[in-house]
T-cell receptor, first 119, second 108 residues
Framework: GAVVSQHPSRVICKSGTSVKIECRSL??????MFWYRQFPKQSLMLMATSNEGSKATYEQGVEKDKFLINHASLTLSTLTVTSAHPEDSSFYIC???????????????FGSGTRLTVV | GIQVEQSPPDLILQEGANSTLRCNFSDSVNNLQWFHQNPWGQLINLFY???GTKQNGRLSATTVATERYSLLYISSSQTTDSGVYFC??????????FGAGTTVTVRA
């Protein structure tokens, strides 16, 4: 079935540095990628949506200059947290919709998440 | 966006017990989905269920779209069923609106 590989699974970085999170779709083409953040004991909050080859659209309140999203190919999307601060510490999850054998009809395939800690 | 409410917020079960989780949504939807997030954070699709009833092993789901609710049934629960269950739906833009989730803990 469809798989989205998300890396890294955990990252600790110093305040002020940037962190890049990658999501790769395996065995299918991710035409749309969604990026979420999830705080402990809370639901998923959509940050942005990206379509391959297009600029990402960000949800209200999400700083596009802070959370840079690139979806340059049908199998790779990246989220870069720039100038990270402790309040950016969270669990970041990508989710892909796409085409190809093994994709779930009407389905979303999620990455395994990245736990970011900014110290 | 679509407002999604889930109940109960927490559920503790003894292994082997049955349970029902509920999802109410604010507007008519035709693409209600259920997801499970395991304790390590991985989400998987359980059901795409805009209406009617579906079953997959010990899990089944029913959506009554006219009354704007969906139910997820867990039968003969196992410890591996622990995690958070989310229902979600979207409009035409495929952006999922998630409920707050039901945290299920199954004790051996």
């Amino acid at each position: 079935g469809a798989v989205v590989s998300q890396h890294p699974s955990r990252v600790i970085c110093k305040s002020g540095t940037s962190v890049k999170i990658e999501c790769r779709s395996l065995d299918f083409q991710a035409t749309t990628m969604f990026w979420y953040r999830q705080f402990p004991k809370q639901s998923l909050m959509l940050m942005a949506t990206s379509n391959e080859g297009s600029k990402a659209t960000y949800e209200q309140g999400v700083e596009k200059d802070k959370f840079l999203i690139n979806h340059a190919s049908l199998t790779l999307s990246t989220l870069t947290v720039t100038s990270a601060h402790p309040e950016d510490s969270s669990f970041y999850i990508c989710s892909a919709r796409g085409v190809g054998e093994g994709t779930v009809p009407y389905g979303y395939t999620f990455g395994s998440g990245t736990r970011l800690t900014v110290v | 966006g679509i407002q999604v409410e889930q109940s109960p917020p927490d559920l503790i079960l003894q292994e082997g017990a049955n349970s029902t989780l509920r999802c109410n949504f604010s507007d008519s939807v035709n693409n209600l989905q259920w997801f499970h997030q395991n304790p390590w954070g991985q989400l998987i699709n359980l059901f795409y269920i805009p209406s009617g009833t579906k079953q997959n092993g010990r899990l089944s789901a029913t959506t009554v779209a006219t009354e704007r609710y969906s139910l997820l049934y867990i039968s003969s629960s196992q410890t591996t069923d622990s995690g958070v269950y989310f229902c979600a739906s979207y409009r035409n833009d495929y952006k999922l609106s998630f409920g707050a989730g039901t945290t299920v803990t199954v004790r051996a």
